[in-house]
């Protein structure tokens, strides 16, 4: 069955510094999103991505973060200054369309120090 | 706006007992509705989603839910657990139309011996 691939699967870095989140979709999916779940809180939303733009993000996605396609298989999350409130597990999703359901990779975990 | 209610933070439950995870949405329009299963440490895993048609749907590992329109429900539920489906367990619902997953607070289902 195809997956959704991140990686790494744990990021250590510290704060002020840049991070990149890279993620394969699945190939033939069209529609492209970024989740984080703090430590033992719920699953928010982040981003949707279709035809190399955002298409929503949300009040938590703001200037510090960015959105990227840069071929046509890799889509990427930067933190351009992580705080430590940053630390998170990041998760990507890919979808062919709302009525095909989502499917998720297995996370990225980001710690701040 | 669209919301998801999960009633239950916890739910312990014996082995071979049934139970029911609780799911209340609110949405001016239809919606499309998923139960994801987290295991420690891990992603999270489609258990099943409504999309239309029959309101009853089967999911993995022997989990079933009921899409209640009128009572704006979608209630997980197993007539016999195991220790293995300890996890945590998320409701999510999208609108028609839109393209993001808004996801409840997780019940954490414990199974005991």
């Known amino acids: 069955e195809p997956e959704v691939t991140q990686t790494p699967s744990h990021q250590v870095t510290q704060m002020g510094q840049e991070v990149i989140l890279r993620c394969v979709p699945i190939?033939?999916?069209?529609?492209f999103y970024w989740y984080r779940q703090i430590l033992g809180q719920k699953v928010e939303f982040l981003v949707s991505?279709?035809?190399?733009?955002?298409?929503?993000k949300s009040e938590i996605f703001d200037d510090q973060f960015s959105v990227e396609r840069p071929d046509g298989s890799n889509f990427t999350l930067k933190i351009r200054s992580t705080k430590l409130e940053d630390s998170a597990m990041y998760f990507c999703?890919?979808?062919?369309?709302?009525?095909?359901?989502?499917?998720f990779g297995s996370g990225t975990r980001l710690t701040v120090v | 706006a669209q919301s998801v209610t999960q009633l239950d933070s916890q739910v312990p439950v014996f082995e071979e007992a049934p139970v029911e995870l609780r799911c209340n949405y609110s949405?001016?329009?239809?919606?499309?509705l998923f139960w994801y299963v987290q295991y420690p440490n891990q992603g999270l895993q489609l258990l099943l989603k409504?999309?239309?048609?029959?309101?009853l749907v089967k999911g993995i590992n022997g989990f079933e839910a009921e899409f209640n329109k009128s009572q704006t429900s979608f209630h997980l539920r197993k007539p016999s657990v195991h220790i293995s489906d300890t996890a945590e367990y998320f409701c999510?619902?999208?609108?028609?139309?839109?393209?993001?997953?808004?996801f409840g607070a997780g019940t954490r289902l414990a199974v005991h011996p």
């Open positions: 190939s033939n999916h069209l529609y």
């Open positions: 999510a619902v999208s609108e028609r139309g839109y393209n993001k997953l808004i």
């Open positions: 991505f279709y035809n190399n733009e955002i298409s929503e």
């Open positions: 409504y999309l239309s048609g029959s309101t």
């Open positions: 999703a890919s979808s062919g369309g709302t009525a095909y359901g989502y499917t």
């Open positions: 949405s001016s329009v239809s919606v499309y």
